[in-house]
């Protein structure tokens, strides 16, 4: 069974910073990408890394603050966050897919994890 659990989420000051973690069980994917969704809003892209490790992605609005990376012997991705905002309040989902390269899109991903909470006080 493929399981997608994120954690690492909470309440942090402007300026902060927190590390996500999404550690995947069940199967090995080719790429991990992580997505946001504030209330009343759609989810959103954040970042997302394929296999290799030359092409992360990232949203123009996280660029230069949020790295993604990968440790391949846990089966996890992390989303580090710093110089954290108000706006980057949202609840923070976890996706995978089969394919190395990583995606944008939501559409693009077969599993999700249930999502953790980031709060970002001004």
């Known amino acids: 069974q493929v399981q997608l659990v994120e954690s690492g989420g909470g309440l942090v000051q402007a300026g902060g910073s927190l590390r996500l973690s999404c550690a995947a069980s069940g199967r090995t994917f080719g790429s991990m990408g992580w997505f946001r969704q504030a209330p009343g809003k759609e989810r959103e892209f954040v970042a997302a890394?394929?296999?290799?490790?030359?092409?992360?992605a990232y949203a123009d609005s996280v660029k230069g603050r949020f790295t993604i990376s990968r440790d391949y012997t846990k089966n996890t991705v992390y989303l580090q966050m710093n110089s954290l905002k108000a706006e980057d309040t949202a609840v923070y989902y976890c996706?995978?897919?089969?394919?190395?390269w990583g995606s944008g899109d939501l559409k693009d991903y077969d599993y999700w994890g249930q999502g953790t909470q980031v709060t970002v006080s001004s």
């Open positions: 890394r394929g296999w290799s490790a030359s092409n992360p």
């Open positions: 996706a995978a897919r089969p394919s190395q």
